[in-house]
């Protein structure tokens, strides 16, 4: 299935207006005991494919995307969004600076200059959403193709691509 | 680290009351591509450490949950509540009665006697929760030994059972 770039814009735009003004994303990783999730404060940078979070690295879910880098980010909000994607830890301290705000301050009780921080970099690979109603209205299934996996979702109705 | 049957039905009872009166729950599972979450409508039924949810056979949820049962609920109101729990798919027709509505009737556009429907039973094995103020505060994990991963939980401060 072939996408234009048109449409992979459409699919970063549709993604980025659910997930607008939703404060806290949870984080769903794998343990060696099975799958547990947590909730994590979002950056209010434009969704453009990859996610954002920051943590500590002297904390569980460190080691654990070091070993399975499969995350799932649900959204709660108006819709309810499901981001399946692989987790990168980016220790990047000009990145750090920039997302820093009081909030972070306040939250993880350190400032910004603190080796001990780092950058989860989440890439979507898929995204689904579903809105509340009557129904629990399935809307669509955001596809992105580089995840090399299409044999399947290429026969699910309404994939667009996240990434072109 | 042993429990009284007292921690016991207090961890039961902390659980109960923080997802009392949440809706829909966020549930993930592992697929062959990654993890993946979807909205599920919670039972009007008091947690027992038990978690019940209603599907079709015909989903592809079915089908992931039978290879790995390992799955995590999320419930987001006004605490973030993780459950990592194992689900059975269970067929019993009369708890599908006991627990059938109007609210299924309109969300999964059948009626209780269609054979397709099937009960999703979680067992929750450890619940942690979060409240939300200045900080993201970390509040507790309740832990059921009976999951036989017991060493690295037992470092964890404030870890009661979930089952006794």
New interface residues.
């Given amino acids: 299935m072939m996408e234009t770039a048109s449409e992979h814009s459409d699919a970063i735009e549709t993604v980025r207006k659910l997930i607008q003004g939703i404060d806290?994303a949870?984080l769903?990783?794998?343990t060696?005991?099975?799958?547990?999730?947590?909730?994590m404060?979002t950056q209010e940078v434009e969704f453009d494919g990859d996610l954002w979070f920051l943590t500590m690295k002297d904390t569980e879910k460190y080691e654990e995307l070091l070993e399975n880098p499969?995350?799932?980010v649900?959204y709660?909000g108006k819709s309810?969004v499901?981001i399946?994607?692989?987790a990168e830890l980016v220790d990047n301290r000009e990145k750090i600076k920039e997302f820093w705000n009081n909030a972070y301050e306040?939250?993880l009780?350190t400032t910004s200059d603190d080796p001990n921080l780092i950058l989860i970099k989440v890439k979507a690979?898929?995204a689904?959403y579903?809105e509340?109603g009557?129904?629990?209205k399935f809307v669509k299934q955001l596809y992105n193709k580089l995840?090399g996996?299409k044999s399947?979702e290429a026969d699910t109705n309404q994939i667009v691509d996240l990434q072109s």
Avoid at 32 to 39: A, C, D, K, T, Y
Wanted: glycine share 6%; proline share 3%; charged share 25%.
């Fill in positions: 806290i949870m769903t990783s794998v060696e005991q099975g799958l547990v999730s947590r909730p404060k499969n995350v799932n649900a709660v309810y499901s399946r994607g692989t306040k939250l009780e690979e898929t689904e579903w509340m009557n129904r629990m995840s996996h399947k």
